[in-house]
């Protein structure tokens, strides 16, 4: 069955946001690289991809299921924070954000008794709660890090490793 109308509108528009999530990310690891943190800056060049690859999950979710992909405009994100806790504050704020958009997705899939995209969209729901964990854990060591930067790349180098 295909998806309706509606929900393909939405999802198309969670395309561009996952495509914008990719794009902030790629910034502050570009900031991230020109301060010489290239730990953290690792960290986000992943989630870069991490995000351009849940954007195409669901492109591709859409074509399977007789929808179109209307690509659209990605807004420019910031070329840079204040400061990286700053950086990695606003970085937890978007996860949220995204986690919203996300149930949002489910409400209609729920309205609209679309189990097919219900259960695709757990995946999703699943994922937000493990990324938002994630940055929330990094925002901490940033703010116990303080203004010792390279402690924080310590404590990321010592995570990569395990």
């Excluded at 990310?25 to 690289?33: D, N, P, T, V, W």
């Excluded at 924070?81 to 489910?106: F, P």
């Excluded at 999703?124 to 925002?139: P, R, T, Y």
């Amino acid at each position: 069955m295909p998806i309706s109308e509606a929900m393909n509108k939405k999802l198309n528009t969670q395309i561009t946001n996952e495509f914008l999530a990719s794009q902030i990310y790629l910034s502050m690891a570009c900031m991230f690289e020109d301060m010489g943190l290239r730990n953290l800056a690792r960290v986000f060049r992943k989630q870069t991809e991490e995000e351009r690859g849940h954007a195409l999950k669901i492109l591709d979710y859409v074509l399977e299921n007789e929808g179109k992909v209307r690509l659209q405009a990605i807004p420019e994100p910031p070329a840079e924070w204040s400061t990286v806790t700053d950086a990695i504050a606003a970085a937890l704020a978007h996860e949220r954000k995204v986690t919203g958009q996300i149930n949002e997705l489910v409400a209609l899939a729920d309205q609209e008794k679309d189990y097919a995209t219900r259960s695709f969209l757990n995946w999703f729901v699943d994922e937000q709660v493990e990324e938002v964990n994630s940055m929330s854990s990094l925002l901490q060591a940033a703010k116990l890090a303080g203004d010792r930067l390279l402690q924080l790349e310590a404590y990321i180098a010592h995570m990569i490793r395990e």
